[in-house]
């Protein structure tokens, strides 16, 4: 390979059409496993490297960039979280930080709007009934779940997954009311039918669903605490497709145990890849293994995304992608 080409550690196995097309442009080494890298290796591809291409799994704290050495000045995020990288530390050290914005929400969207669906209708419990041999034919009483038109779907985050759920969420007849640091565009807000909550206490108290559209920052880390849970009508459901952080997980399973909440579809989880035990036992919640951006496409775009950050790096411009302080 020339010498003049940069240096690429990637530390997750990707697509093989993404991992072609760097060994193409870049010099890349590959981790061959699907498991994260361990920090002392991670850090070796650092001090070896001008590039490392990340990914979720990968703890990029502030230890990591004191010892990563001063070769490393790209880090090109497999992903639009960043909440596993210290930015302000990677910043310090002179380490551009980028990530895949944008590329995601539909996916995500779409897996949240299944959970808006699945948890009130029971799905999950009808066909493990099926598969259990419990089902004996149709009853008039077995088996009723909760009808979502008409419902209030409470947003926290209208960002672009949040405005995407809604957009699902207004086809199936959801009156859409959201919570944010700031009410969105307004001509958006119409298109949505949008309610804006200043308070999130006061639009918490009225909501039948809520879906977590968030990023994990220090400021939402618990936003969705034992206090803030209780407020909830009893009624009601939780979907989180974001980020496990922003629920505190034992209140949310305590809360779901005791009969105070009616149920929860969550993506992800606050000590991943492990649930908590109480959520794994409840039968009106449902689980899912960190899958709602794994579609073909988004990942193909995700390395593309990382490839073009790569790419003006290389080339002396600024990548379009860069995180600021933790901000996208």
Not at 6 to 24: N, Q, S
Not at 169 to 177: C, E, Q, S, V
Not at 210 to 234: D, F, G, I, K, Q
Request: proline fraction near 5%; aromatic fraction near 4%.
């Amino acid at each position: 390979m020339s010498s003049g080409k940069l240096k690429v550690t990637v530390t997750r196995r990707l697509p093989r059409t993404v991992e072609a097309r760097l060994d193409d442009l870049f010099d890349a080494t590959f981790h061959g496993g699907d498991e994260a890298m361990s920090p002392r290796a991670l850090i070796e591809a650092a001090q070896s490297s001008d590039a490392l291409v990340a990914t979720l799994g990968d703890r990029l704290d502030e230890g990591f960039f004191a010892d990563a050495g001063n070769r490393l000045r790209l880090v090109a995020n497999f992903g639009a979280g960043v909440d596993h990288i210290d930015v302000v530390a990677a910043n310090a050290s002179g380490v551009t930080v980028t990530n895949t914005p944008s590329v995601l929400a539909e996916d995500a969207a779409d897996m949240a709007m299944a959970l808006i669906l699945a948890v009130p209708r029971r799905l999950v419990e009808g066909v493990r009934a099926l598969e259990e041999g419990r089902f004996i034919g149709w009853s008039p009483t077995w088996m009723l779940g909760s009808r979502v038109k008409g419902k209030k779907l409470g947003m926290i985050g209208l960002g672009r997954v949040g405005q995407a759920v809604a957009r699902r969420a207004r086809a199936f007849g959801l009156d859409i009311h959201y919570h944010a640091r700031a009410a969105i565009n307004p001509h958006v807000e119409k298109e949505l039918a949008a309610t804006y909550w200043e308070s999130l206490d006061q639009m918490l108290a009225h909501m039948d669903i809520l879906s977590v559209n968030c990023p994990h920052t220090p400021a939402t880390y618990h936003l969705l605490s034992r206090r803030r849970l209780e407020l909830m009508p009893a009624s009601s459901y939780i979907v989180n497709v974001s980020r496990g952080e922003v629920i505190d997980e034992a209140a949310l399973a305590d809360m779901i145990a005791a009969g105070r909440l009616a149920g929860a579809g969550l993506d992800v989880y606050e000590r991943e890849p492990k649930p908590n035990p109480k959520l794994l036992a409840a039968p009106n919640v449902v689980l899912l293994p960190h899958m709602a951006s794994a579609t073909v496409e988004s990942r193909i775009e995700m390395g593309e995304r990382v490839i073009i950050n790569l790419k003006m790096f290389a080339d002396g411009h600024k990548p379009p992608d860069r995180v600021i302080l933790g901000i996208d």
